[in-house]
C-alpha cells in the first residue's frame, strides 16, 4: 500500500489518500493526463491557482531497481497551453518511494513562499522561505541541507521559476547532491514559482515494503544482469548521451546556428570537439568522470561530470541536447564554452533545450554574432538579474521569436524543438508534431532510424511504436535510456510489478498504459483548444534546403495527421 498526499496551499492542509496496489501502477505521465484530463483544467489560467501541479513516482519507487526512480511533473503547460509532463532523474523520486509515497499534487496556491518538508514519520511542514528566496540554486541547496540536514532530497524553483519566468524547471538532487537534474520542460517552475512553493524537501530513509521483496530483489539482480550484457547499455555507459552529436553532425541532423545548417564540421575536417569522442577523451585527460550515475542504483550511467583543463569540475552532466541547442545551434564550437553555460543554467534552473534554441532566435536577429560567448553569458546574467530583457528572454523561444520578428524560429506549440533537425530526423519531427506536449524528442525518438525514401504512413508505424513505449517508461519511473532491455522483457518487467504491488496485470498492461497515455494527452489538448494546424512544423523547414543534405521537411500537419488517424483505426481493439 502506497500513500498520496494532496497538499492545500492556501489551507496548508494535507489530505492523504491511499493508493491500493493498481494505483501505484498507473504512474507517471499516464496519472497525469488522465488525471488533469479528469479534472477538467484543460482551459485554466496555467499560472493561476486552479492549474494543479502533480508530482509522481513509479511503482518501483524507493528500490534499487536500475533507474526506476524518475520522478513525473505535470500540469497544464504555461510555455504550450496544452498537457505537460517533464520528468526527472535524481534522487528526489527515491525519497518519496522512501516514504512509501507514490506523490502528491500541490493544489491552489499559497500566500507566502513556503518551503515544504516532508517527515519519515509521515509528518510535514510549512516553513518560511524568505531566506531561500533569489538565491541561485547551488547557494539555494546547499542553505536547504544545511537547514535540513544532509539526508533529504529537494525539488527546488529557481530564481527564474521565482518570477514566473517560462524557461524555468524543477531542480532536483543528483546523487551528490547536486540541484542539476530538471524536470526542464514546458515552464513547469513557473507553475511552482505560482503556487509560492519554494522547494520540497523529502527525507531520505530506507527501502519500503514491498508486496514480495524477495521476488523484487531477484528482478533488481536480473535487470542489473540484462543491463550489462547489452552493447548499447555499455556504449551509452562510456560515451553518454554526447555521442549523439556525432552520429546527427555525421547525418547532417544537428542544430547549428539557429538550425540554419544540419553539420558543424565534415567528416573529413577533423573531429567534433562538440561531440561524444572529443569530450570523453579529454574529460578523462583532465580528471573529469565520463559515466556518472544521476541517480541512486542507476547502473547505466549515461551522465557525466565534465571537468576543466585544471581538472575542476565545470558542470555536471553534458547532455546532447544541450550541446546541440544551447551550443552548435549558438555556434560554439568549444565544450568548455558550452559546459560553462550549462552550469548558468543548472543555477538559474532552465531549461537548457528552450534558453539555447532562444538564445540563437537572438543571435538570428543579430543581437550578436553566432559564436559569441561574452554575449550568450550576458544574456544569462540579464536573466538573473530579472531586467526588462531578461524577464523577456525568460519567456522563451516562441515569445522572443515573435517579439523580434524572425522567421526562423523552431517552436511547435511554442516549445522549441529539441537537437534533431526534422528535415533529416524525421520520425523523432513526426514525434515532435504529433505530441501534444509541444516539441518534445523524448516522447517518441528514433534518430538513427533510415528515413529516406520511405512515406508518411512508414515512419508515423514508427513514431507511433516509439511514443507509445516511451510513454508507457514515462508513466512507470523508468528512465527511457534503459529502453533496449526493458521494452525485450515485458512480461518481466509486468511480473516485477505484479510483484512489487500485489497486483496482477496481464504483459498488455505495458503497452496499454502508453496507448492510454496518449488518448488522454490528446482529449486534454483539444479541449484546451489545440487543432491540426498546432502540429504543424514552422514555414522555414519546408522553404529551407537544409546544409548538406539539401533537405527540406516533406510532411504537413493534415498528412500526418491522416497517417496517425490511420494507425489508431488498425491499432485499436
Ligand atoms: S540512464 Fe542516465 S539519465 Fe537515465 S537514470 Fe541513469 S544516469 Fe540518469
Known sequence: MRKYLHIDLNSQAVRVEDFSGEQAAYAGRYFIAKTLTDMGVAKVDPLGPENPLIFSAGPFAGSSWSNANRTSVGCKSPLTGGIKEANSGGSFGLALGQLHLSGFTLHGASEQWVVIHLHKDGSYTFDNAEEFMGQGNFDCAKALHEKYGPKVSLAICGPVGERLGL???????????????LAARGGVGAVMGAKKVKAVVVDLNKMPTFHDRKKVMRGVKKYAALLKEDAAITTLKDYGTAMMADYTNHVGGLPVNNFSSGQQIGSDEGPLKMGGDFIREQNMERGGQPSHACMPG??????????????????????????GLMGTNCGLTDPDDLAYLN?????????????????AVLLDAGLAEFGDVAFLKSVMDEIRAGTEQGLLWAQ??????????????????????????PRVIEVTGISMMMTAQGADHTTGNAPKYECSGKGVDELVDISMEMQILCATADSLGLCVFGRSVTNEHVEFMVQSINDALGTELAPSFFRE??????????????????????????????EEALYPSEQVARFHADEVNASVDRWWQQHDG
Open 343 to 359: 552550469y548558468l543554467a543548472n543555477d538559474l534552473g532552465i531549461d537548457t533545450i528552450e534558453t539555447g534554441a532562444m538564445m
Open 396 to 421: 522563451g523561444t516562441a515569445r522572443v521569436g515573435d517579439h523580434y520578428k524572425v522567421h526562423r524560429t523552431p517552436v511547435i506549440k511554442k516549445q522549441a524543438i529539441s537537437a534533431y533537425d
Open 513 to 542: 498504459l502508453g496507448r492510454e497515455t496518449l488518448k488522454y494527452e490528446a482529449q486534454f489538448n483539444k479541449e484546451a483548444g489545440f487543432t491540426e494546424i498546432d502540429d504543424e512544423l514552422p514555414a522555414f523547414f519546408y
Open 298 to 323: 542507476c547502473l547505466i550511467e549515461c551522465s557525466n561530470v565534465y571537468a576543466d583543463a585544471d581538472g575542476n569540475e565545470i558542470v555536471s552532466p553534458v547532455e546532447y541536447e544541450t550541446l
Open 167 to 181: 524557461l524555468a524547471g524543477i531542480a532536483m538532487s543528483d546523487t551528490d547532491r547536486r540541484p542539476a537534474r
